[in-house]
């Protein structure tokens, strides 16, 4: 039985203005299949947080198309793009810091108008298996850096999306937490059949992943695993 592709993106260009013009992606292309995991390796400054965000309709591309559950991201609106079917998940967690843990998680839900005890029930649930239980009325601000990220990857599961794209998710952390939240993420993601592009520049979390893509010279290559 064949995946549903989640993702496609084609001949992605994006060049910033200036004099000259800096084209920073030249035509990268990737295809994401539901319950495949990718991750995004490259140097600094070769556009993978700018990849990551077009990808996820945060920025829009010179050239190129993108076609997310077969359709293209045009037809969508923003709103149903980013509370149905996209969740993000950030380095620096992007949490609304004096709001509770719960409310952050609910924050989609409410945000596209689906909030319900059924689905309060599901953020609760995540926060569980996410080894959050107990901290659904703590503020965010209190939490460390471990717990923060693992809410940021409760809210980003809440609208039950089919694509999870995770920038540095293990950033600001230390080796012990990041590897925690390598196995939780990528856990998850294959437990609840999403597809999840994470760029990163830990070769170990890498190779946790399906597969390897490489952006150079603005362009996508595959990486032997």
């Given amino acids: 039985m064949n995946s549903r592709v989640i993702l496609e993106a ?22 994401a299949l539901e319950n495949e995991t990718i991750a995004i390796m490259g140097g600094s400054g070769e556009g993978k947080s700018t990849l990551l965000h077009i990808l996820g309709t945060l920025d829009t591309p010179t050239s190129g198309s993108l076609l997310i559950c077969g359709k293209q991201s045009s037809d969508y609106s923003q709103a149903a793009l980013r509370n149905e079917h996209i969740g993000f998940i950030f380095q620096s967690y992007h949490l609304l810091e004096d709001f509770s843990a719960l409310e952050n998680v609910l924050m989609p839900l409410k945000i596209g108008r689906k909030l319900s005890p059924t689905t309060e029930k599901r953020g609760r649930s995540l926060m569980k298996e996410l080894g959050l239980q107990g901290k659904e009325d703590l ?5 460390s850096g471990g ?23 293990t950033g600001n952390l230390d080796r012990h937490h990041s590897q925690e939240i390598q196995r ?15 760029v990163t520049h830990d070769e170990e979390f890498a190779k946790q992943c399906d597969r390897i893509l490489f952006l150079k010279e603005g362009a996508l290559y595959n990486q032997p695993l």
């Fill in 10 to 31: 084609k001949e992605i260009i994006k060049t910033f203005p200036g004099t000259p013009p800096t084209e920073v992606l030249r035509g990268a292309s990737l295809t």
């Fill in 139 to 143: 503020s965010a601000k209190l939490l």
């Fill in 147 to 169: 717990e923060k990220q693992r809410l940021a990857i409760a809210r980003a599961l809440s609208n039950d999306p089919h694509l999870l794209l995770a920038d540095e998710p």
């Fill in 184 to 198: 939780l993420l990528l856990s998850k993601a294959k437990e609840l059949g999403k597809a999840l592009i994470v």
